[in-house]
């Protein structure tokens, strides 16, 4: 142990350094792979900062190198030269500093596992401290290497777990291998940061790594994989080298050169795949360095492009869902063993999963990383079974509720729309050589759905099967049933019974001497749609056959052959009594017009007249002969239909629809007697929609015109919506101009009706300008004005739907002012970093220009944990400090450092969170 003070000095950073001497360390006893700890006590005797070292004598050389320890093993290659003609004692070395059990493997080109044996197996004489035998008894574990492949040598536990794995690549020198260690991912930083489109030379992606290598591409991840960036680092001229750390930078600019370049899509910029629908919020946006061919680093991103400042934002990547699997369930011996969920989560989630059954909770678990699937989005999956639940379950049905929490925060549920677990109990009977198993759920006009399933060693002879309470059995040859070769059983479903109606169903069932009574529920894949409540019916005189109710197959086309049966509608017109309004067979009701559905249009419900005006239940019952009818009930609002459903208002420069209703029909405005029809569907929008009155045809004409609106029913019948005589209006023209000094040229501004457009007449002094005007604007710059005040003048034209006008203003040109002195334009950018307290160090960069342009030897000031640091700008204006690793130890992860650079009052900061 020595005392700090008397072996204190300075260096030339101004930094206070203590050294001690090899010789007077105590060497006595120890031997290669022995462990070293150097501590710092204060005067007290109290630990202020330990460091833990392990020391090897490296082989034929009479000197001790010491390995930094790292928890739990360090990995390096105490051979570092391999001559491919004598392999037999060259070996790799890693030494744990824990006492664990596990396996070293090492794989090549990141796919061929060359070599996997435990712990045990190689143990060196040196404590805890492990030998790789290159030629491994003989065998050439790198036999084929080639130059440039790469291999990668993994430490796992007996968990399988990963402790610590390195990368090396393969270069090949006078017939020598040598290992060269290679990039890790996390040698890879990717900065992404939001694109202002008015800035697109600013840089918003980069790429930092330790060797030139590779290819950074950014790519959409949708339904079409598009490019939007590809760069080879190894041959960029893009890339730059400082200090060792190799970078490239991606603006806008670069990303719009290479899709204009490569026609992507067909498009010239990331904007126009935007705007063409190829891009569209929240699409994934995948920055990622390609290396060996393979993917290396990545990071996900989501684009957001509709902002109200125009900026385009890339948002963290986070995933979590549960998707649902086997939700009907028979409660026969394994059954617990389904899966009824897959739960899909990113892998840095702090994830926690429940799981509600009509309420009550039955799981509640936080995720084991370790227990899950990885999956190619480095997400991780979790299978979640019924033996995972808590409690008993029962033969029911169970609202089912999923939620997956990120620590505290909700991160995805189900609550709009929970699934419905069913449990069945087993309905089975079975002797020696037969069994008969009852499935309880099937679907109707499904050929393919199961009911009834027998295995059996007696492939002769009928099933006899009774129905409900039916003395006529159904009789079916075993040899008619479906054979499924791959469970050996026979199967009879909905087909070979002859079900032609949903409901539930007793059957009886017998076959080589072995009867079996059991449920079925036959449910029909005929679903019935009424028309949604928020949407209105119109009816009397002018109203529309608008279809109420459609009937619709789940799967496959509807047609006549394939239903019958009857269909009522029920209407309470008093809210509490049905009134029966329609009873007819349902192949006497109409296909749609693309005869996929039979309706039920409004004008075939009786009993209610042409009056039906408001909003009430209306229940929908088919029965096609079963003892389980299709029922829907729903509300639906009846209107009477009349002008004011279109809320037409007529002033003298446009027409404002307040209300457009959902119906069919046409549209015509009529002008001075002559009709124009309009298309129904172009004024189809929501809220209030205006049309200015310029559009119409013989109306722009300054004259005075009759203006109405008529809507036309399908059958011919015509109603008067509005009707107005239009008058020239007022295009309220005003002029501006903006007093100015001598040599500025003054700034004319028309401003009008927002209908007006035209060209006004502008006069300054003896001068005239035309001023062309656009939905009521326009503007003009008059130079070369001397000294003094001027009148303006504007004049306007009868044009389209306004009368002529005239507006005045006055301005003022004064003497122009001595100029004031220039100031400097100082702009300091400070570069994003990201801080992990296990770094060997932290480079900080900020880079000033004055008057946009980098000057060298100005002193910037770095803050970093409320310390402070200086550093001069080098010819392209950067600074750059390093903030070393015994600083980054202090740190404390998940808490936020300030990062602050300043010269001068300009100042920026940058608050980031401290990783591992």
């Not at 435990?118 to 030629?135: H, K, Q, T």
């Not at 029966?580 to 017009?593: A, R, S």
Request: glycine share 6%; charged share 25%; aromatic share 10%.
């Amino acid at each position: 142990m020595d005392n700090l003070g008397e072996n204190w000095f300075i260096d030339g950073n101004g930094s206070l350094n203590c050294k001690v001497a090899l010789k007077n360390l105590n060497f006595y006893g120890a031997s290669d792979g022995v462990d070293f700890w150097f501590c710092v006590f204060d005067e007290g005797g109290e630990e202020i900062y330990e460091y833990s070292h392990w020391a090897t004598l490296e082989i034929g050389e009479s000197y001790i190198k010491f390995y930094p320890d790292a928890n739990p093993i360090q990995l390096i290659v105490r051979e570092e030269f391999m001559n491919t003609t004598n392999l037999t004692e060259r070996f790799l070395a890693f030494r744990l500093n824990e006492k664990i059990e596990g396996n070293v493997t090492i794989i090549r080109n990141w796919g061929d596992v060359v070599y996997n044996k435990n712990f045990a197996a190689i143990l060196s004489p040196y404590p805890r401290c492990y030998m790789v035998e290159i030629g491994d008894n003989g065998t050439f574990i790198f036999e084929n290497a080639t130059d440039g492949n790469h291999i990668t040598i993994a430490v796992t536990d007996e968990n399988g777990n990963e402790l610590i794995h390195k990368n090396y690549i393969y270069l090949l020198e006078n017939n020598t291998f040598r290992l060269e260690e290679d990039m890790d991912e996390s040698d890879v930083n990717i900065d992404v940061t939001d694109i202002d489109p008015e800035e697109s030379d600013e840089t918003f992606a980069s790429i930092s790594l330790p060797k030139k290598a590779g290819s950074f591409i950014i790519c959409l991840l949708n339904d079409q994989d598009v490019v939007l960036y590809a760069e080879n680092l190894a041959a960029s001229d893009k890339v730059y080298e400082d200090e060792g750390e190799f970078t490239l930078d991606v603006s806008l600019d670069d990303v719009n050169e290479f899709i204009s370049r490569n026609n992507i899509s067909g498009a010239k910029s990331l904007k126009e795949l935007i705007d063409s629908g190829k891009i569209n919020d929240p699409d994934v946006i995948l920055f990622m360095h390609v290396y060996g061919g393979e993917p290396f680093a990545f990071e996900r991103y989501v684009i957001t492009t509709e902002t109200p400042d125009g900026m385009i934002l890339f948002d963290e990547f986070e995933t979590a869902q549960a998707e649902y699997c086997n939700l009907e369930i028979i409660m026969d011996d394994d059954y617990k063993k389904d899966v009824i969920a897959i739960i899909t989560v990113k892998d840095e989630y702090d994830a926690t999963v429940v799981i509600k059954l009509n309420g009550k909770t039955v799981y509640e678990q936080k995720l084991n990383y370790k227990d899950g699937i990885l999956t190619p989005e480095n997400c991780s999956q979790f299978f979640i079974a019924l033996d995972n639940l808590t409690g008993d379950l029962e033969a029911c049905e169970y609202e089912m509720y999923v939620a997956i929490y990120d620590g505290d925060e909700l991160q995805w549920d189900n609550e709009d729309e929970q699934p419905f677990l069913v449990l069945y109990e087993q309905q089975i009977a079975k002797n020696e050589n037969t069994s008969i198993e009852i499935i309880p759920a099937g679907t109707l006009m499904d050929e393919n759905d199961t009911l009834v399933i027998i295995k059996t060693n007696n492939a002769t002879g009928d099933v006899v099967i009774f129905m409900d309470d039916s003395e006529i059995p159904v009789i079916i040859p075993l040899s008619d049933a479906r054979h499924d070769e791959n469970t050996d059983t026979y199967i009879i479903g909905s087909k070979e019974l002859g079900l032609a109606y949903a409901g539930d169903y007793k059957l009886n069932v017998t076959y080589d001497n072995v009867n079996i009574i059991g449920n079925i529920s036959s449910t029909s894949n005929l679903d019935i749609e009424i028309r949604d409540c928020d949407g209105i019916i119109y009816t009397g005189e002018y109203g529309d056959n608008t279809e109420i109710a459609a009937f619709r197959f789940v799967d496959g086309e509807i047609n006549s052959t394939n239903v019958n049966g009857t269909v009522n509608v029920l209407v309470y017109l008093d809210g509490e009594t049905p009134t029966l309004c329609l009873e007819k067979d349902i192949k006497d009701l109409v296909f749609d017009e693309n005869m996929r559905a039979i309706i039920i249009p409004v004008n075939e419900l009786e009993n209610v007249g042409e009056g039906l005006n408001g909003t009430y239940k209306v229940a929908i019952i088919y029965e096609g002969g079963s003892e389980a009818p299709i029922t829907a009930e729903s509300e639906i609002t009846f209107k009477i239909f009349g002008a004011d459903d279109f809320g037409i208002k007529i002033t003298d420069t446009e027409v404002t629809f307040e209300n457009y209703p959902e119906i069919g029909g046409e549209l015509i405005w009529v002008i001075d007697w002559l009709k124009w029809p309009v298309s129904m569907d172009s004024l189809r929008e929501e809220g209030t929609y205006s049309i200015p009155l310029n559009v119409f045809p013989f109306i722009s004409d300054g004259k005075p015109h009759n203006f109405s609106f008529v809507f036309k029913t399908k059958d011919g019948k015509e109603l008067l919506l509005a009707n107005k005589v239009i008058n020239p209006a007022d295009p309220s023209l005003k002029i501006a101009v903006a007093n100015i000094e001598e040599g500025a040229s003054a700034n004319v501004t028309i401003t009008a009706d927002a209908n007006f457009s035209g060209i006004v007449v502008v006069k300054i002094g003896t001068a005239s300008y035309n001023v062309s005007v656009v939905n009521g604007s326009g503007s003009l710059a008059v130079p070369n004005l001397a000294a003094g005040t001027y009148i303006a003048t504007a004049t306007s034209a009868e044009s389209g739907l306004f009368a002529n006008a005239t507006a005045t203003t006055t301005f003022t040109v004064t003497k122009k002012a001595a100029p004031a002195p220039a100031k400097d334009t100082v702009k300091l950018t400070l570069k994003k970093v990201k801080v992990k307290r296990s770094a060997k160090k932290l480079v900080l960069k900020a880079t000033l220009k004055i008057n946009g342009k980098a000057k060298k030897g100005l002193k910037v000031k770095f803050k970093f944990n409320k310390k402070t640091y200086t550093a001069k700008t080098n010819k392209k204006g950067v600074a750059k400090v390093t903030i070393k690793k015994k600083v980054l130890k202090k740190l404390k992860v998940g808490k936020k450092v300030t990062i602050q650079a300043s010269y001068g009052k300009t100042v920026k900061k940058l608050k980031v969170k401290v990783k591992k």
